[in-house]
């Protein structure tokens, strides 16, 4: 007994789909391996001039087939030699993308050349009534999409001939050619044709232009927001805006009063020996992220990183009459931070931070790759701090816990004897006090 395949239209409806998909990408592989002849060994804007030129001459191919079906249908036996210089010129400018391959404006002039002696031809051929030399404007348009900015001699010669052929045609040419036998009728119609295909050739070359334009700057502007990103990561911002006014100029700045935080992870190198330097690089940037976050939050400056190390300064560039305070809530949300990544990444992690107020000199280093840093006493006596600190505690100094103690609890360490800088009495700052 015979059954019915209830699957049998939708077979024949996939197999139709991957059919017309495969042809459709067989086309447009052929296409792009045809306007892309010749470009192999260019690159960047000589590359893409080459390829707008190969899309040209294979649009003017295009569009000599319908002239062609309209000569043949209107009058194939007295337009035969119109019908066979069309055909004939159609399948040459075919030949533009193989001459590029052997100097990158040999096509654009083969075309030139091609298209003027085409043009004008088919203007004596149909004389000015049929506005057929309206086509010599239209190929004076692509002059600079063919040859580019680079060579605008060779633009300004293009555009030159072709203006001076229109003229020539438009003043001479008001009969047609005494071997056809065109009526008014038929010019007429070649008119019609010939006005709107010339606008339309002259409205996608300007578009073009300005779409090329409008595309550079716009990579222009990605480009200078990128680059204004960067800056603004490395430098801060009234720095970086004074590097831009007076690029090359010495930065540099004194500051009266200002708070230095020096922090470490505890233990690092031998957990690092421990990890992958890939996992050691994505941890260490996991947390400092956290930390850049935290600085951006309480309005403070990060200096640098030095390996597993964290720097920040308080009340600088500008000045911050709040310096200490920012730094000191800082310190105590990294401590929390570092707390919580510990446990998210399974890791006993702590922090030593050093924290030390006073006046410091900061500049700008280099000018290959410079970078924003600070000296100074401040600066050494916070990094001691740190080194000479306790897992999990921030350590102060006296100057520093005489600007903070209306607002932080603190816990007396006692007198510490410090490398180069001899006893001095240090304090850990335990948290903020109740509002």
């Avoid at 779409?211 to 990579?219: F, I, L, P, R, V």
């Avoid at 597993?308 to 990294?334: K, T, W």
């Avoid at 006046?359 to 006493?377: E, L, Q, R």
Wanted: aromatic share 12%; hydrophobic share 45%.
């Amino acid at each position: 007994m015979y059954y019915p395949n209830p699957y049998g239209k939708h077979a024949v409806r996939i197999f139709l789909y991957h059919l017309v998909k495969f042809v459709r990408d067989a086309i447009l592989s052929g296409l792009w391996a045809w306007v892309t002849l010749g470009t192999e060994k260019f690159q960047g804007p000589s590359k893409r001039r080459i390829i707008m030129t190969n899309i040209l001459v294979m649009l003017v191919s295009v569009l000599c087939v319908p002239h062609v079906i309209f000569f043949a249908i209107y009058d194939a036996q007295g337009l035969i030699v119109p019908i066979i210089i069309i055909s004939l010129v159609a399948i040459a400018f075919q030949l533009t993308p193989i001459l590029n391959a052997l100097w990158p404006y040999a096509g654009g002039l083969y075309n030139l050349i091609l298209w003027l002696g085409f043009a004008t031809t088919n203007a004596w051929m149909f004389s000015a009534q049929s506005a057929i030399h309206f086509y010599l404007l239209a190929g004076a348009t692509t002059a600079i999409a063919i040859f580019g900015v680079r060579q605008n001699l060779l633009s300004i010669i293009s555009i030159g001939l072709g203006l001076t052929a229109f003229i020539y045609a438009d003043r001479n040419f008001a009969e047609p050619a005494d071997f056809l036998n065109l009526t008014n009728t038929f010019l007429t119609i070649l008119y019609f044709i010939s006005i709107p295909t010339t606008l339309l050739a002259i409205f996608c070359m300007v578009f073009y232009g300005f779409k090329q334009a409008s595309t550079a700057e716009e990579a222009l502007q990605r480009e200078y927001e990128y680059s204004e990103a960067l800056l603004a990561n490395m430098l801060p911002g009234p720095i970086a805006a004074q590097l831009k006014r007076n690029p090359g100029q010495t930065i540099a700045d004194s500051h009266d009063e200002a708070t230095i935080l020096f922090a470490d992870i505890v233990g690092f190198t031998p957990l690092a020996s421990q990890r992958t330097p890939d996992s050691v690089v994505r941890m260490l940037n996991m947390l400092f992220t956290r930390f850049d976050d935290l600085a951006n939050k309480h309005g403070l400056e990060k200096i640098k990183t030095l390996g597993d190390a964290f720097m920040v300064a308080g009340g600088m560039p500008d000045p911050q009459p709040d310096h200490a305070v920012r730094v000191a809530r800082m310190a105590l949300d990294m401590l929390s931070e570092t707390e919580l990544f510990a446990r998210e990444v399974n890791e006993r992690l702590e922090l030593r931070i050093g924290i030390h107020s006073g006046p410091v000199v900061a500049g700008v280093i280099g000018t290959k790759k410079p970078f924003y840093d600070v000296w100074g006493d401040t600066v050494n006596t916070a990094a001691r701090l740190e080194t000479y600190g306790t897992n999990g505690k921030i350590q102060v100094t006296e100057e520093t816990k005489r600007i903070l103690e209306g607002d932080f609890n603190f816990e007396e360490r006692g007198t510490v004897s410090i490398k180069g800088k001899g006893d001095m009495e240090l304090w850990y700052l335990e948290g903020s006090r109740p509002s």
